[in-house]
Structures are given as C-alpha cells and as structure tokens.
C-alpha cells in the first residue's frame, strides 16, 4: 500500500496536497433537472447537479429531503420522472439491465447501514462482489480481501462477523467491499451518521485519502455539516426538492443566504420550521381540526 | 354501505396487485435460475438450510402420524376382522393424501417462515439493495436457489416421510397389536400402486414445493421493510401456504384419484 | 472451509436418504415388488370369470401362499380370462391335475387364487396349463339363479 492509512497529525494536509486536479468539463455524474416524487410527496423539483472526476462532493440538507434518493437515482435503483440522470455520459436511466450493470460495478456505495451480509465474516463479505464478478483464484482472492481490509485498518478483524463488529468499524468493512472491484466512483450514504467522534475522524480521513490515493470521484450525502464540509472539494445544499446552494465549502459559509445559515449553524428555527405544517394549535386543541 | 363497497374493490384490486407481483417475480426468478447449474454450491447451501435442517420434524411427525394412524385404523379395523388391511390403510392414506399435505404444511412452519424472515430482513437491512449496486441481481442470487432448494426438498422430505410413516405404522400393529406381518405387507403390495399412488403423491409434492417456495420467498421479498413488516409477512407465508397447499390438494385429489 | 464441507457431506446424505426412501417405497410398500418375481415358475388358468381378482393377487394351497398372479388377460379365442400364475421354485412337484379357484379372503376381503392339489404322479412343470378352474363367485349371479329356481319350483 502506497498510503498510509490513520496518520492524524497530517489528516488536513495530505488531502489538501494531493487534491486532484479538476477541469471544468468532467462532469462525471450529471443531473439535471431531476423530478422524482414518492407517491403524492415531491422529493426533487429539478435538481441540477454536477460531480466531475476526482471530487469529492458532498450533498447535504435536513433529513427527509431524499439525499438518499438521489443516490439511489444515480445508481440506477429509481427513475427520474423528468430529467435527465446520466453517469459518464450514459443515461442511468435508458440502459438495458445488462449496461446497467456493467456500470454499477464501476461504483461503489457505501449504504448508511452498512448492508453487509449479516451471515457472512467480514472476509467473505469483501470477497462477495469478487466471487461475484471476477473467476480469480482463491490465492488471489485472498491477496485482494486482505488489502481492501488493510486499507481501512480492519485486517484484523477479518473472520467477525457483521454482528460482533461496532457500527464505524462495520461501515468501515463495507467501505472496503465497496472498494473492492476498484470503483470509479464511490456514493457515501451518511457516513457519520451515528459514529462516535473518533471512529468519525477515520471516516472522514479514510473517504479523503481514498479518493486522492486512488484517483476516485465520491459523493457524499450527509448532514453532518462540519465533517462534510471538512472533506469536500463542493457541497450541494438541497432543500424543498431543490438545490438552493452550491459551492466550495468557503463559499457556502460565507452564504449571504438566511436558509443556508441556518442550516450550517444548526439553528432550531428559521426558514425551515420547527413544526411539521398543521393547522394553528387553537383549532386543533379545540376540536376544530376534525 | 359504500364504505363497504369501496373496501371490497379496494381489497380485491390490492389482491390482484399482488397476484400481478407475484407472476412476475417468479418469471424474473426462473430466468435467473439457469446460473444454478453453473454454481451447485449455491444450491447446496440453500438445501442445507431449507431441506436439511427440516430433517428432524419432518422425522418425528412422520413416525407419529405412521403410529397412530394404525392405532386408529386397528380399532376400527379389528371389528370386521379386517385388521391385516392396516398396511394399505396407512399406506394409502400417506402415500397420497398426509405425506405430501403434512410435510407441506410442516415445512410452511419451518422452512418457509424462515425463509420469508431471512429475505424479509435481508432487504430491511439493506443487503438486497446493497447487492443490487454491487452488480448482483439478489433475485438470482439470493431468490433463486432459495425456491429451487425448497422445490428440490419438499419431494424428498416427503418420500422420507411415508417411509417413516409406514415404518411407525409397523411397528405399532405388527410388534404391538400382533397383526401379522406377513399379510401387513403383502396386501400393502398388492394394494398400493407405485404409478397411481406413489408417483401420484411425488407429483403433489413437488406442486407444494413449487407453491410453498414460491409464496415464502415471495412475502420476503415483497414485504415492507420495518420489522413489523417483516413478521406480518412471516405470518403470511405459514397461513397462506397452509391454505393453498389444502385447496391445491383438493383440486388435485380431484384429477388424480378419480 | 470446514464448514462448507460439512454442509455439503450433509446435504449430500439428506438427498441419498430421500431417494433411499423412494426405493423403499417402490419396493416394500408398493407392488413394484414385481420386478423381483424371478423366483419361480409359471403356468396358465384359465377361467370363466375372474370377478374382482387383481394382478399379484396372492395364490396360496391350504391356506399357505405359495405364488402371485403375474398377469391377467383376456384370450381372444376362447373368449375366457387367461391368468398367469408365478408359483415359487420350491413348490415344484404339484400334481398336474391341481384345480384352481378364485376365492375371497373373508366376506369382504381381497380375491385371490386358491389351488388344491390332485392325484396324478406327475407334476406341473412351467408353462402348464391348469385346466380343472371354477370361476368366481358373482353375487348377483347366484341371487339371479336362487331365484330362478324359485318360481321355477312354483310352476311345478
């Protein structure tokens, strides 16, 4: 391994020096003008939203905005209504199954519950997609599993399974099985979410040094504000269906936007309401509501 | 009144949704199926799991059900002095009515619940998903085997079950009761038929396998992912499988045993 | 792994055991038990009317079992059921004068074919045809005669 994997004291640095150069013209993952809904509830109201080669962008915006959707649009899993979601160039969703496959295992994703295979060791479960895809022998299978696990710091506990194992060091292990078939690009469902600060500072190092070392493009949803904005090239802000700020981190931080600060300042109130929308509180207390 | 009304055509058209599901399911999962042949070790895992492991009950029940059928018959039986015919009672009775009918329904219990809860919380988890963006179809991967072990098991737990069942109906009215076991077997020979009772059964079952793998594997798959829906599918599997497999048998009977 | 292995060797006993047992249902509780009938020799009856007799029905001589009916056919000539008997090896020196009839094994029991031997010095050999046979007893047919004899005797 050519990186080397928990160094603290130089975590900001490394990636600031390594970062990738970026043309304007990659856009390896483009939406635009994304409509989704879910039933009667309209998630995405025209989304536009651009990940070119070798970034890592984050998506963030309070929960149950459907950052989670909007992966699961990029990966093929759910249609856009209306718009257009398109992964190096091809339309996600316009490929027959076949291609549609060929292109997930250029990705890889990392889902908020990890998703490993509760029935399986950690080992096994990293060389599933390999045993999946690949007839390599099983010296090689070996060689690769180790490797991918050495990455995240988890060699160790390569024969625990999922259940034995806490919940930053199994999104860790998912981590390495989604790095695999060495990706292209990796899609991050809230990885913080839940994690302990110290397991969270290996996240965050782990998704910035991955992506440099490897020359991988990330996306990462969350609403971690701090840790995301820590790591990422550009974040979205997505709220009400629609991206309402984009930008470098420095950018977004300095937003002139109320909404946009109150979201990066965890303010209680403010553009987005505290209450869930419902009649005054006078006429449901006094049976008028129903 | 209409509220009643709205509620029937409401239930009927989510019944026939489903029913809609369930055709096209299994039509994707038999597509996938061809990838068994080119990896038997997936099979072999799911037979272990479904078929295996079904083993013990399937033994018991046999050899109790074997038993008392003969406790029964021999005291009905034994008053027409008839009570060498207890070989083909049993015989008859299991090989094409309770060998097929009991295994399905015990494996329902066993087999076919465990089968929707592993799926069910397979996809609460996530895992499905997660196999899906690897790149593997999970209802090749995962579906497939699972009902292919479950048609392959059922037939097989069935014939084990008569054999029980015969063997516990032997050992209760010959070494028991003192029928003579001489007439025990020889009229349960000429009596019982391979082609129209023994295959006939083989036939049933492996139907009930289809049936019973297919709605277990299907309520995994199809149920919601919280853990409340992951139990209300369970449920399911056991009840609906236990209905279908009795009015399958009857429709059966109907044409084979005519 | 191990544990794969294990899996495997069980699975693989659990399918063995499953079409052990169908063997022994072919064989034990069915009457594909035909199969096995190489033991002995055959010889012809034929009769009238054979009732309900069924093939590998039992023939027994006083009572004791003694062979099967391998097969029951209608011969176009004689317009008369054509029954193949399988009488065991060792039961090899019946009198060629041996009479056969279906009988019933209690009132409601199984038909089957009873022999009773003759007197002649030699023996049936395969092949042979039992020619001393009586038919079986059809219920109605013996109502219907009752009765005949009945008004008949009334006439008189």
Known sequence: MPWRILQHSSRIDISEAIRMPTTESE???????????????????????????????????????GKTTLLRLIGGQLRAAAGRVAVDGQAVDQLSRRDLYRLRRRMGVLFQS????????????VAFPLREHTDLPETLIRTVVLMKLEAVGLRGARD????ELSGGMSRRVSLARALALDPEIILYDEPFAGQDPISMGALMQLIRQLNDALGLTSVVVSHDVDETLRIADRAYVISGGEVIAAGTPEALRHSESRWVDQFLNALPDGPVPFH?????????????GR | MIGMLQRLGASTLETAATLGRAVLFLLRVLRGSGELIRRP????????SVGVLTLVIIVVSGLFVGMVLALQGYYTLVDFGAEQSLGVLVALSLTRELGPVVTALLFAGRAGSALTAEIGLMKATEQLAGMEMMAVDPEHRVIAPRLAAAILSLPLLTVIFNVLGVTGAWLV????LGVDGGSFWSQMQSQVSFSDDILNGLIKSVMFGVVAGWIAVFNGYDCRPTSHGVSRATTRTVVVTSLIVLGLDFVLTALMFD | MDNSRTMEIAVGAFVAAGLAALFVLAMQVSNITAFQRTEGYTVDAYFQNVGGLRERAPVSLSGVQIGRVSAIRLDPDRFEARVELTIRSEYDNLPSDTAARVRTSGLLGEQYVSLQPGGMPDSLGPGDEITLTQSALVLEEIVGQFLYEQSSGDDQ
């Open chain 1, 27 to 65: 856009a390896l993952i483009d939406l635009s003008g994304v409509v989704f809904s879910r039933g009667s509830n309209r998630l995405f109201n025209g989304v536009d939203l651009q990940v070119r080669r070798g970034e890592v962008v984050a998506i963030m915006g309070p929960s149950g905005t």
């Open chain 1, 160 to 163: 625990l399974y999922p259940g």
């Open chain 1, 276 to 288: 869930y929308p419902a009649p005054p509180i006078a006429d449901d207390l006094c049976g008028e």
């Open chain 1, 114 to 125: 990890g998703a490993l295979f509760t029935d399986m060791t950690c080992f096994e479960n």
């Open chain 2, 41 to 48: 070790g997936l099979l072999v895992h799911e037979m272990y």
């Open chain 2, 173 to 176: 009215s010959v070494n028991l």
